[in-house]
């Protein structure tokens, strides 16, 4: 067990009004790369040092607790506990983690519990009243999703288990070989969960009993296919055709590089529908590079843009010494219209290889990229007016094959 003695800023800046201006925490997941004795979970503190420079440096390191395949980060930042998945790459089965994160002056992160479970887990989302907070994950490899009881100490308990067949293979038979439940996500209402599934093609929809956080299967999102969703994000908004308020579901599916925008309606009988209204592109009117693959898609925190990391795609290439050039993947951005439609804007360097995970700052000047190939956690400027994405703020190198990042 590590007691670490994080300095003053570390997570008493997480929610506090206080929070000491220009620094940042960030924590961050990676596999073991076959060189290091397992997977890291990292704190890292981000410094500010001018308008254009940030500094990087590790305040928290644990190369045990959260097993050999780190994958996924869920931060509790009211309880202070942060959840870590376990991808089991190479062990018979995954493991969900927890870590207690005591704030303020002496705060420090201490591993507080962890469970085996089926293969594969890769992302996962808090659900539930206030007072009493389940967790569902999504098991790629295992082609299941898992829920779990969560307590105050970090305590988790098991509560179901929902394993997913299919009668024979997607449209592409290697990568839809069987299903692969690929994200949790929360709707906008708390009430109802989605799993996008990369290899069955659906997005599979789930309300559940508030009381034993059980859940209770509702009719799928079907989405095109041999598509592959991966992950999604909702944005609801209001104008005039929308009194009441409208939401939108975005889904990026990784084998088509497409943003499929669905119009989401709640029926009287607790109840989702779906209806498409737009699929566009990961690269615009451009080319799809051969190999790319879609990861990340987020709704940036001043509401107006969606950001998708595109991995493999290698648009972009970062000057490293006088002859090497390192290929980079690329950041797109789109904004969204009153209607709430996206319009392609433009593509960013992404600043490393296959960014899986990033992550924007609450104030949405800085995105986190997190690199699973180039092993790099860089921080780009961001312009929260335009959507612009630009150069970089800080860098750190070497942190293993990264797959996931979360600012504390
Ligand atoms: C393993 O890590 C060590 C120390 O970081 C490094 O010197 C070595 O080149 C690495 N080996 C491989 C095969 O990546
Ligand atoms: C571990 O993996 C095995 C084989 O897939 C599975 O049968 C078992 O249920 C898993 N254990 C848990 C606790 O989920
Ligand atoms: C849910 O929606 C589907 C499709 O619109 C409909 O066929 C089904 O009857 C609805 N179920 C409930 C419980 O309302
Ligand atoms: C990346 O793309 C290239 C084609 O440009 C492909 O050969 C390679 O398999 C892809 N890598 C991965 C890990 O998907
Ligand atoms: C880790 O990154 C290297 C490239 O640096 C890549 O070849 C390897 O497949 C990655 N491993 C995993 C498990 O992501």
Redesign the pocket.
């Known amino acids: 067990m590590i007691a670490f003695v994080l300095l003053l800023v570390a997570f008493a800046t997480c929610c506090c009004a206080g929070a000491p201006h220009g620094l940042e925490t960030l924590l961050v997941s990676s596999y073991n790369d076959g060189n290091e004795t397992s997977g890291f979970v990292r704190a890292l503190r981000a410094a500010k040092i001018s308008h254009d420079s940030w500094d990087l440096t590790t305040v928290f390191s644990d190369p045990t607790s959260c097993g050999r395949s780190p994958s996924w980060l869920t931060l509790d930042e009211k309880r202070g506990i942060l959840y870590c998945l376990d991808e089991g790459l190479d062990t018979p089965n995954g493991s969900i983690n927890t870590f207690k994160i005591t704030r303020g002056r002496h705060g420090k992160i201490e591993p507080a519990d962890n469970k085996e479970t089926v293969s594969g887990p890769v992302s996962a989302v808090l659900y539930g009243p206030k007072h009493k907070q389940f967790l569902v994950a999504a098991h790629y490899t295992g082609s299941a999703v898992t829920t779990w009881e969560t307590k105050k100490d970090g305590g988790i308990e098991y509560g179901e288990v929902f394993d997913f067949e299919m009668d024979a293979p997607g449209p592409d038979p290697d990568r839809q070989d069987a299903p692969h439940p690929h994200q949790a996500i929360l709707d906008p209402t708390g009430k109802f969960i989605l799993i996008p599934d990369l290899g069955a093609d659906l997005v599979r929809v789930y309300s559940f009993d508030g009381k034993t956080g059980d859940l209770t299967a509702q009719s799928p999102l079907v989405a095109k296919p041999g598509s592959g969703p991966r992950h999604g994000a909702f944005f609801t908004w209001k104008s005039k055709q929308c009194k009441k308020g409208c939401t939108n579901f975005y889904l990026v599916s990784e084998l088509e590089n497409t943003v499929t925008t669905y119009s989401v309606a709640y029926g009287k009988g607790g109840n989702l529908t779906f209806t498409e209204t737009a699929v566009i592109s990961t690269f615009g009117d451009g080319p799809t ?5 879609a990861a990340e898609i987020l709704v940036s925190p001043d509401h107006r843009f969606v950001t998708v990391s595109n ?2 795609d ?1 648009s972009f290439a970062i000057p490293e010494g006088a002859n090497v050039q390192l290929k980079s993947d690329s950041l797109a951005t789109f904004s969204i219209k009153s209607d709430g439609s996206l319009k392609f804007e433009n593509l960013a360097s992404a600043a490393g290889s ?1 960014p899986r995970a990033i992550s924007f700052n609450k104030k949405g000047n800085m995105v986190a990229v997190a690199h699973q190939y180039s092993k790099s956690l860089v921080l780009l400027d961001r312009n929260p007016v335009t959507g612009f994405i630009g150069g970089e703020l800080a860098r750190m190198n070497d942190l293993g094959n990264l797959t996931s990042v979360v600012w504390g």
Not at 289 to 293: L, N, S, V, W
């Open positions: 590079p051969d190999g790319a693959a991995r493999n290698t296959f």
